[in-house]
């Protein structure tokens, strides 16, 4: 639990940092939570990347345009001209996420769990801060850093969760976990993956499953964003290269 909250506490120091670093403070009212009746009591978040996806999309979709009223159907050409647009870009979609950064923070995800694993997880994972993506063509990697409780039935040393939403399953990740039978508090990342915004701003729920489920989904979900990928670049007339 030391390490933790010394983790947190540095963290909290390099808020006002760099761009793209963590930013923030850890309060603020919810624009994008269900209103609890209760004022005191934690703010449910309807996403678990709020609105940033779409805020950084849109700037996307806007320097792409340019680009393409600048450059014709040239590929090459976009992209330099793309380029050469992304930091002003970038800086005004800073700009626009800095007060969903506010809102998110101090709000709860709702966390889900299979039967027969060998810990339980509490039912809400506490947002603490957002670390803003890069501008990219597809998604942006935004992270989101949670507080969760795991109270373990046996020692196990990792997590395996998918997150779903409205759009169904839509990525899939693991959480690293002390070596311990005690209930414990853990800092998890959650990674945004590289899809569109429609699609990660649907994402509502973290559900924890065992290896072998979430190994399956890995590829379902794998496959889905190879799709979405493709989709999201014709739409912007770019190509872009899979992995």
């Known amino acids: ?29 919810d624009s994008t939570s269900v209103a609890d009746s209760d004022s005191l009591a934690p703010r449910v978040l309807t996403s678990v990347f709020g609105h940033i996806p779409g ?22 050409n976009i992209r330099g001209i793309m380029a050469n647009l992304a930091d002003s870009a970038y800086q005004v979609a800073e700009e626009k996420a800095m007060s969903e950064i506010v809102s998110m923070q101090g709000g709860i995800i709702r966390c889900t769990a299979d039967e027969g694993l060998p810990y339980k997880v509490a039912p809400e994972a506490s947002v603490l801060t ?16 949670l507080q969760m409780e795991f109270t373990p ?3 196990a040393s990792k997590a395996y969760y998918v997150l779903t939403g ?28 590289n899809a569109p915004a429609k699609y990660l701003e649907a994402c509502s729920e973290i559900h924890f499953t065992d290896q072998k489920t979430y190994t399956k989904l890995r590829e379902f979900v794998k496959d889905r964003q190879k799709i979405w990928r493709a989709t999201y670049a014709k739409e912007l007339g770019i190509e872009i290269e899979e992995d």
Not at 133 to 142: F, I, M, S
Not at 171 to 179: E, H, K, V, Y
């Open 153 to 155: 039935d046996s020692v």
């Open 55 to 76: 805020i950084y999309e849109a700037e996307m979709r806007a320097i792409t345009e340019q680009a393409r009223a600048e450059a014709g159907n040239n590929a090459d």
């Open 130 to 145: 957002v670390l803003l993506p890069k501008l990219q063509n597809v998604g942006g990697e935004e992270r989101v850093f």
């Open 1 to 29: 639990m030391k390490k933790i909250i010394i983790i947190i506490a540095a963290a909290a120091l390099l808020l006002p940092s760099c761009k793209g670093g963590l930013m923030g403070a850890f309060s603020g009212a």
């Open 166 to 193: 409205s759009e169904g399953k839509i990525a899939t990740g693991t959480i690293a976990l002390p070596l311990t039978k005690e209930p414990t508090k853990v800092t998890a990342v959650i990674v945004a993956p």
